[in-house]
């Protein structure tokens, strides 16, 4: 049976630059995107470049069910997945109780929900397997609160606990779980929350560096990954600070990124 690495939120951003990475490490791809025409032209870029195989599957993530529908259809093209990476996010700027509670829901759905699911899903086959790779891409934000990106941060607290708890479980089985916490990385997502030029700039990674970080964490098996050196400082400043003025600074920080 054919071995793939599965992508989501591959259309964009880093989830394409994870695909032309794992593209360039021999990797046959499953792409996932609610995106199809950018989905399409990631694939076709791909292909120009080499042989290898390639499936594009359509599906907004942030749909109740779309995990076991992937899943099904994996399943249907007779392929085993050896490499999950759980990509696909989007984020949310303003304060908590103006956001419309649909989107709020939405990206719960697609970042804490459909993850667990697939992960649950894919998760079995590589144990019986002894040989997988998962990652759950988080974010900086999930090491401290985030006032203005509430719901957002919550969720990636989440998609770390979660990893550091199954890292452990699957000690000695051959699976390992990752979970990528990049800062602001130079993409679509900064522009879509409001963040076109941020003001504050000494943490930002350019796209293919923090492909390429969370690629070579995966595959050392690192549990928790923070990409530079910026970053991991930022990640510990609930130790140095009380959490409420951590929060603050946080909130600063968001603010003036955004200030017309």
Same mark, same amino acid.
């Given at each position: 049976m054919d071995k793939y690495c599965l992508i989501t939120g591959a259309?964009? #951003? *880093?989830g394409c630059a994870f695909a032309h990475k794992f593209f360039r490490a021999g990797s046959n791809l499953v792409l996932i995107d609610k995106d199809a025409g950018n989905l399409g032209k990631v694939k076709n870029e791909i292909l120009t470049q080499g042989d290898i195989k390639i499936h594009t599957i359509q599906k907004d993530l942030s749909v109740e069910g779309s995990a076991a529908e992937i899943y099904e259809e994996v399943k249907n093209l007779g392929i085993s997945i050896e490499i999950l990476i759980n990509n696909a996010g989007f984020g949310i700027v303003g304060f908590f109780h103006e956001?419309? +509670? @649909? /989107?709020?829901?939405g990206l719960v759905r697609l970042s804490v929900v459909t993850t667990t699911q697939l992960t649950r899903l894919f998760l079995p086959d590589m144990l019986k397997s002894g040989n997988g790779k998962i990652m759950l891409v988080s974010s900086l934000a999930a090491f401290q609160p985030a006032p203005v990106m509430s &719901? =957002? +941060? +919550?969720? /990636? &607290? =989440? *998609? *770390? =606990?979660? #990893? @550091?708890a199954l890292a452990n479980e699957l000690k000695n089985t051959g699976v390992t779980v990752t979970v990528f916490c990049p800062g602001m990385i130079d993409t679509n997502f900064q522009k879509v929350t409001g963040n076109k030029k941020p003001r504050i700039q000494w943490n930002i990674l350019k796209l293919e560096e923090a492909a390429s970080w969370g690629y070579k964490s995966l595959m050392k098996g690192k549990i928790v990954s923070i990409p530079g050196f910026a970053s991991e400082i930022m990640a510990q400043l609930h130790r140095f600070f009380p959490r409420r003025l951590a929060a603050a600074l946080v909130r600063k920080i968001h603010e003036k990124n955004r200030a017309k």
């Open positions: 259309a964009n #951003g *880093l956001i419309p +509670a @649909e /989107k709020q829901l &719901v =957002y +941060a +919550a969720s /990636k &607290v =989440y *998609l *770390l =606990y979660l #990893g @550091e």
